[in-house]
């Protein structure tokens, strides 16, 4: 069983920055993939980003290229999602998910992920 704890969301003014955190805990972390994944009130869930379990390949949302990085570390057990210039339209809650299946660029499907974490609300005001 694998569980996911986010931290570090909170209020921002746009333009800001915030890291997010998501603390694995379970077996394997390393043979998981991870991914961010964000909904805000009355939208779909969208991915925001992934990371493969080496940390080779990444994927980012069009509307986060080049403002959003995520990495991880392995020996921690943590994915981090490290959010710049950030815009009112970023508000929302942002989940953390780990998949045990997906490879390569398969990492951007949220169907593939199996275990999500409670999510954790960052707020963009203008």
């Known amino acids: 069983q694998v569980q996911l704890v986010e931290s570090g969301g909170g209020l921002v003014q746009a333009g800001g920055s915030l890291r997010l955190f998501c603390a694995v805990s379970?077996?394997?972390?390393?043979?998981?993939?991870m991914g961010w994944f964000r909904q805000a009130p009355g939208k779909e869930r969208e991915i925001v980003a992934a990371?493969?379990?080496?940390?080779?390949?990444?994927y980012y949302g069009d509307s986060v290229k080049g403002r959003f990085t995520i990495s991880r570390d392995n020996a921690k057990n943590t994915v981090y999602l490290q959010m710049n210039s950030l815009k009112p339209e970023d508000t929302a809650v942002y989940y953390c998910?780990?998949?045990?299946?997906?490879?390569?660029?398969?990492?951007?499907?949220?169907?593939?992920?199996?275990?999500w974490g409670q999510g954790t609300q960052v707020t963009v005001s203008s």
């Open positions: 998910a780990a998949s045990s299946t997906l490879l390569g660029t398969a990492i951007r499907q949220a169907s593939g992920y199996e275990y």
């Open positions: 990371i493969g379990r080496n940390g080779g390949s990444t």
């Open positions: 379970g077996r394997s972390f390393s043979r998981h993939a």
